[in-house]
């Protein structure tokens, strides 16, 4: 496989549930971002990680727990989320953090559905 | 101050035509640039992107222009085609921080 690949790709779950959202890059970056995307808004950059260290966390609800366990792989565990966190999650990776002259890569996202 | 805003919303051309997209910024700190593609069910794709020292970028029918003075910059994609409808993405960031995103604008050419 090559590029950013995000699991699952639809996810329908209720708001007491607990469930794991996965990314993971083939392309040998350093650093991960999940983005959240909802119609008609800007994407709204959540976490980055550099070499597995969380570098920026903004100001996202506790109910979003990220993960960074090497470079290649990044988690986002939800629980006990709001109705209004339906949205597409979005997973990238740059060779550094840093926009700089690093474009970032994306996934194809996770469709969240909360009930 | 760290906003970009992006029109139109949406915008609907001919095929053969030029489609233009409108970013502007407030933070005189950026000094990079991007234009992402996102088509339906994937993620957003680098297109183009630019850096304040230059006013123009070219990259086939993709052309990204970019006004200083004004705080401003836009997309010209020349001779449209059906297969560029998508949603477009403006950005900036400076040399040390994360992108900002514009709001998107959903191309529709007409075959």
């Known amino acids: 496989e090559t590029g950013v690949t995000q699991t699952p790709r639809h996810l329908v779950m209720g708001m007491t549930n607990k469930k794991s959202l996965k990314c993971e890059q083939h392309?040998?970056?350093?650093?991960m971002y999940w983005y959240k995307q909802s119609a008609k808004k800007p994407l709204e950059l959540m976490f980055v990680?550099?070499?597995?260290?969380?570098?920026e966390n903004n100001s996202v609800p506790s109910r979003f727990s990220p993960e960074c366990p090497n470079s290649s792989h990044l988690f986002l565990h939800l629980h006990t989320l709001q109705p209004e966190d339906s949205a597409l999650y979005l997973c990238?990776?740059?060779?550094?953090?840093?926009?700089?002259?690093?474009?970032?890569?994306f996934g194809d996202g996770t469709r969240l559905s909360i009930l | 101050q760290q906003q970009v805003k992006q029109s139109p919303q949406s915008l609907i051309v001919q095929k053969g035509g030029i489609s233009i997209i409108n970013c502007a910024y407030e933070?005189?700190?950026?000094?990079?640039f991007p234009w992402y593609q996102q088509f339906p069910g994937k993620g957003p794709a680098l297109l183009i992107a630019?850096?304040?020292?230059?006013s123009e970028k070219k990259e086939g029918r993709f052309t990204i222009s970019f006004n200083k003075s004004a705080k401003q910059f836009s997309l010209h994609i020349m001779d449209s085609q059906p297969g560029d409808s998508a949603t477009y993405f403006c950005?900036?960031?400076?040399?040390?921080?994360?992108?900002?995103f514009g709001s998107g604008t959903q191309l529709t050419v007409l075959p």
């Open positions: 392309l040998g970056h350093n650093a």
């Open positions: 630019i850096r304040p020292d230059v």
């Open positions: 990680y550099s070499l597995e260290e969380r570098v």
């Open positions: 990238a990776s740059s060779q550094e953090t840093g926009a700089g002259n690093q474009p970032q890569h």
């Open positions: 950005a900036a960031a400076g040399s040390a921080r994360q992108l900002t």
């Open positions: 933070n005189t700190a950026f000094d990079y």
